[in-house]
């Protein structure tokens, strides 16, 4: 299913949206940037959770389309860039679609779904041309694996030597479990995304945003003409319920989130038929990563039998380049519903495990 959480906005910051719906202001196109009041709580924001200090922020309509623009801002068509697979399916096709075509997909360690940095590093120093750009997702979708910082410091550092950008994708920056804490990178190379998406429910609403370096020379120009083309400003009332969200804070999102760990818990017992060293991930997000049985070649293939014959939806792997596995949601349902989707998987799992694909 569609990588979501089952909650609403805070209701406090709904109130006031019901209160402004006529004002003409909502109407109108705002500054390209975000709203001034928006970027202001932002810019605090960043410092005092993120602790970037040094980053200039844009608002944008979801961290998909904060992505497509710095695309579009920071790479040519015939560009090389990297990703690791299992790669968020999204951010390939922004590349695609952008004419930005050598794609070069580095591997992840089987165990622990890290990024293979030493294959990073040979790719940084050997690939024509350098890769423009590269990117992870930090905890992973589809993967729910966590970049510890020394690992993330030293991709940083592998693209800066090699003049190469790090885009880093933080929407699920709030969703860490077991007592792990989320991180940010700055430097003058490194551009972070966030999204309220998920964290505070507003999946519709579309609001997400970019914080990129102060520094660099021409980049607010470049990133400006390509907002200016696409959404011109993310919706204004997205923004005020994005602004009056803050106001809830990290604290009504934890409160969620926590409760999370029980949804992960009856997911893994679900995956149990497939062998619990074919279980991996959710360190964070809302994902976990599934190796299906050797005789089953074709994940979509019994993507679409599970959701047929036993009416539970998970993603093919092969949709982020891992083939013969599935990524598997615990975000989108409440604890009873997930109770019923994991008895529906196990039973689906365990179905394929001893007997295949029987229709
Ligand atoms: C890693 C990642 N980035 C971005 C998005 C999209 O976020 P938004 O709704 O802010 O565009 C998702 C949604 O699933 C995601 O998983």
Redesign the pocket.
């Not at 979801?62 to 992505?67: E, H, K, L, M, V």
């Given at each position: 299913m569609?990588?979501?959480v089952y909650w609403q906005p805070p209701e406090s910051a709904m109130d006031k949206i019901e209160k402004i719906i006529r004002e003409p202001i909502v109407s109108k196109y705002g500054s390209d940037d975000g709203l001034p009041e928006l970027r202001e709580a932002l810019l605090e924001k960043l410092s005092r959770e993120n602790k970037l200090t040094k980053s200039s922020v844009m608002v944008?309509?979801?961290?998909?389309?904060?992505?497509v623009n710095l695309v579009l801002t920071l790479c040519d068509a015939g560009d090389s860039v990297v990703m690791f697979a299992p790669y968020?399916f999204?951010?390939y096709m922004s590349f695609q679609m952008t004419g930005v075509t050598d794609i070069l997909v580095g591997g992840c360690d089987p165990k622990t779904l890290h990024p293979d940095v030493d294959w990073l590093e040979k790719v940084l120093k050997e690939n024509e041309p350098i890769p423009k750009l590269v990117t992870v997702?930090n905890p992973?979708?589809p993967s729910g694996a966590f970049i510890p910082r020394p690992m993330l410091e030293r991709i940083s550092d592998l693209c800066k030597n090699a003049g190469a950008w790090l885009v880093v994708?933080n929407?699920?920056e709030y969703f860490m479990y077991d007592g792990m804490e989320h991180y940010c990178l700055e430097d003058a190379h490194i551009v972070n995304?966030f999204?309220?998406?998920?964290a505070y429910g507003m999946?519709g609403w579309?609001?997400?945003y970019i914080a990129f370096p102060n520094e660099a020379d021409g980049f607010h120009d470049q990133l400006l003409k390509v907002q200016d083309n696409i959404p011109i400003c993310a919706s204004i009332i997205g923004q005020r319920l994005a602004l009056y969200s803050l106001e809830a804070g990290p604290e009504w999102i934890k409160e969620r989130v926590k409760d999370l760990v029980k949804n992960r818990a009856l997911l893994v017992e679900a995956l149990s038929p497939l062998g619990e060293d074919n279980v991996k991930g959710g360190e964070g997000?809302i994902y976990l990563w599934a190796k299906l049985p050797d005789s089953c070649s074709d994940d979509f293939e019994a993507v679409r039998w599970l959701a047929n014959k036993h009416g539970v939806a998970v993603i093919p792997g092969s949709a982020s380049g891992g083939p013969g596995y599935i990524r598997v949601s615990f975000g989108g349902l409440k604890e009873e519903d997930t109770r019923l989707a994991a008895e529906r998987l196990r039973r689906g799992l365990q179905e394929l495990v001893t007997d295949g694909m029987v229709q």
């Open positions: 569609q990588g979501v944008t309509a979801g961290a998909n389309q904060a992505f968020y999204n951010a997702v992973g979708n994708d929407t699920y995304l999204s309220f998406s998920k999946m579309r609001v997400g997000a």
